[in-house]
């Protein structure tokens, strides 16, 4: 996809669009909330999966005003958030993912919206480095808002793992430090266009979460 230089938004446009989408974004994660229900998934063995697309959701609410570049990009951001795991995790293929965005979208939104989940949808491996390898990485790269969303959502691992104390968690969080650099490194394309960018703000933020848990246990 071509990368035109694009943008942001000011951050009280953004919050404003919020209250406008409001009803939509909630219609949303309903649905996704019932899909990763209606094949049992969880999340961290105790939660339904909606708790981690929430926080992928307050990840895009608390930051999105740093990538957003137009109204018209809202939904796909946030339709991105919820549905980023539905292809990998509960069973849709791309053309279900698009025929859910078609709902509440035009089509260039829903083709948009689409492209995040299938960016952010593991390559087949049987190890963590298989399924994220380059092939992958360089899918969100291409692919506009595709890095923020998946900024948004180890965000939202890391500060469950640092937040809930149990081996599994401690464990990931070892994980996480370790690939901190190149994961960062793998989904910035280092574009002008605020689409594809990853915010240093959001990076400080995992950062600190890792940083503050290691230095405390």
Do not use: W
């Amino acid at each position: 996809m071509e990368k035109r230089e694009k943008q942001s938004m000011p951050k009280q446009m953004f919050r404003e669009l919020l209250v406008k989408y409001a009803l939509q974004i909630e219609h949303v994660r309903q649905l996704a909330h019932e899909l990763h229900r209606s094949v049992n998934q969880t999340y961290g063995k105790v939660h339904p999966y909606g708790f981690h697309l929430d926080m992928v959701a307050k990840g895009v609410q608390d930051y999105g005003y740093l990538v957003c570049a137009s109204e018209d990009d809202v939904l796909p951001l946030f339709f991105g958030a919820y549905y980023h795991d539905s292809i990998e995790d509960a069973r849709l293929t791309y053309n279900d993912v698009m025929k859910v965005a078609r709902d509440f979208m035009t089509e260039e939104q829903a083709l948009m919206a689409t492209e995040i989940v299938y960016a952010l949808t593991n390559d087949k491996g049987r190890t963590r480095a298989e399924r994220a390898g380059e092939h992958y990485y360089q899918g969100i790269r291409q692919t506009p808002y595709a890095p923020f969303v998946k900024l948004c959502d180890r965000l939202a691992n890391i500060t469950y793992s640092c937040q809930t104390k149990n081996a599994n968690n401690s464990r990931m969080k070892q994980i996480y430090r370790e690939e901190l650099p190149h994961f960062l490194s793998s989904i910035d394309s280092h574009s002008t266009d605020v689409r594809f960018s990853v915010p240093a703000e959001v990076v400080a933020q995992l950062s600190a979460c890792l940083t503050d848990d290691f230095e405390h246990e």
